[in-house]
């Protein structure tokens, strides 16, 4: 039997070994022993393989060690050498996450790009010089044509979950990134099918591209066990759901639709089973809130729609729901996905009513999936054994009050980190505005002041309910603290509105396609509305 190699034997740069060693990977992965020797060498690689199976640290590697020679001298501003194309907020902060352990013995820089959360701070950073960008198409497509960044100097490109990509229409996207990168240079491709052009990708982006294929999306993960149990009505369903959620170890249940996602973490929370929602609708912070709270095992149930299936790469997830059979067989593989990683074990449980039975059938048949449906009753006086063994070790209830507390200070927290006046803050000195009765105003034009000593524009009084107004027309701030102090004037209580928003970056908004957006003010602080993006 042929021993398994080393990191070290296959080329890895002794700091990357360490810091791969220190963080319990001393073996490489099928995908990463196969691939590795190409891509330190600089070859155009196509890899296959499904979620799970270790592609990020696969391409992570070369990126960062054939960045590392001289990285701070080949740094420039608002120029990265490498980037790293990911189809989610989730992936793109999970991926960034892997590559800066591998980066920062070897002295490369990482920096994220996605949209949700103000770009001012993605402006610093690259401004300041990055080595590698990982980003999502949108918002790095965005920043590309403000002039904030530019790809001429791209040595090193990665397509990650290309297929996924492709599925949520952003091909044409990242057709235009990758033609402002220059035609020379390595291309790293991973995805777990070819399919919905991602074929036309490789076939123009990749430079005689050698294959490796490992675990693809239609091979069966040995140590993951499927289970289909059919119930007779909604109460059933429901009592199922509560019963496998109410287990100690960390699981993940998947609805179709946001508003499902939403109302099922309230009520799971609700019963004394702390969980947190990830789906569509959520501001980037309350994503990561709800993402680090799950990791961290605060909430041991993470409720979530298809956002999740690809996006979220958490370790330790014994046990996935299909609430209901997904649409189609691909998104079942990948929801499936998150449990049975790195070659763990793992159990999937799809619940079907008996209307759904033939959509079920036809799905595990399109899946290569084979398992027997067996009813199960969970308000029956003995519950079935094979869901008392998906259960485990129940868990003890949380009160959903101290659920709440704790929740409100992680999220006060949170903005207090990134510089935002506290929620309470501001609704009392909105309802205090009310009870005054006063008005409100409407900032000047220019109403932007950044940190640096602008003055801000001179607002003019108005009317407006409980000291609401409006961010001035001018140089309209991202994500800034407003700065509306309100003068009452008179017994009529009429204010002046002075102020805008303030920015934290300390340099004028660019272009004014920017400075005409609206701010949102609640209780007299003023926030703007960030840009579009992934």
Do not use: C, W
Request: hydrophobic content about 35%; cysteine-free.
């Amino acid at each position: 039997m042929t021993p398994t190699p080393s990191f070290l034997s296959l080329g890895v740069p002794e700091a990357i070994a360490d810091a791969l060693a220190k963080n319990g990977k001393s073996e490489p992965f099928p995908i990463q022993r196969d691939t590795l020797p190409d891509t330190l060498a600089g070859r155009d690689v196509l890899g296959r393989g499904r979620t799970g199976s270790g592609k990020t640290i696969a391409f992570g590697i070369p990126l960062v060690a054939n960045l590392a020679t001289d990285a701070a001298k080949k740094r420039r501003p608002s120029r990265p050498r490498g980037i790293v194309l990911a189809p989610t907020r989730e992936l793109v902060t999970q991926i960034a996450e892997t590559l800066k352990m591998l980066a920062d013995p070897m002295g490369v820089k990482v920096t994220t790009i996605f949209g949700g959360i103000p770009q001012r701070r993605q402006e610093a950073a690259l401004e300041a010089g990055v080595d590698i960008v990982v980003a999502a198409p949108g918002r790095l497509d965005d920043l590309m044509r403000q002039g904030v960044v530019s790809l001429e100097g791209v040595e090193i490109t990665v397509l990650d979950e290309a297929d996924h990509m492709a599925d949520m229409g952003f091909l044409p996207v990242v057709t235009r990134i990758l033609n402002k990168t220059p035609k020379v240079g390595q291309r790293l491709l991973f995805s777990a099918t070819l399919d919905n052009g991602v074929d036309n990708l490789v076939k123009k982006y990749l430079h005689d591209p050698i294959l490796h294929s490992v675990d693809s999306a239609e091979s069966p993960v040995p140590q993951l066990t499927h289970h289909v149990f059919e119930v007779s009505g909604k109460d059933a369903k429901d009592a199922l759901i509560e019963a496998l959620a109410a287990g100690t170890a960390r699981r993940i249940l998947f609805t179709r639709m946001k508003h499902q996602a939403k109302r099922l973490a309230k009520q799971l929370t609700a019963r004394g089973i702390p969980a947190v929602e990830l789906q569509g609708n959520l501001s980037q912070n309350a994503r990561d809130r709800n993402l680090a709270e799950f990791v961290s095992g605060e909430a041991r149930v993470l409720v979530a729609t298809d956002v999740a299936a690809r996006g979220v790469h958490v370790d330790g997830v014994d046990l996935v729901v299909h609430i209901d059979p997904p649409v189609e067989h691909k998104a079942y593989l990948h929801r499936s996905g998150r449990t049975a990683r790195a070659g763990n074990e793992g159990d999937v449980v799809t619940i079907v009513l008996p209307e759904q039975r033939g959509e079920m059938k036809q799905l595990l048949r399109a899946a290569k999936i084979r398992v027997t449906p067996r009813h199960v009753d969970p308000n029956a006086s003995s519950i079935d054994p094979e869901v008392l063994s998906l259960i485990g070790e129940i868990a003890p209830r949380v009160d959903p009050r101290e659920t709440e507390r704790r929740r409100s200070e992680a999220q006060a927290a949170q903005q207090r980190a990134a510089g935002h006046a506290p929620q309470g803050q501001g609704k009392s000195q909105g309802a205090n505005a009310r009870r005054k009765r006063s008005r409100g105003g409407r900032g000047g034009n220019g109403g932007s002041a950044d940190q640096s000593g602008q003055q801000p524009g001179q607002g003019r009084s108005g009317r407006g309910q409980g000291g609401r107004g409006r961010g001035g027309n001018g140089g309209g701030a991202q994500e800034a603290r407003g700065g509306q102090q309100g003068q009452r004037q008179g017994q009529g209580g009429q204010r002046q509105g002075q102020g805008g928003g303030q920015r934290q970056g300390g340099e004028p908004q660019r272009g004014a396609r920017r400075s005409g957006r609206r701010a949102q003010s609640s209780g007299g602080t003023v926030y703007s509305t960030s840009s579009s993006g992934a």
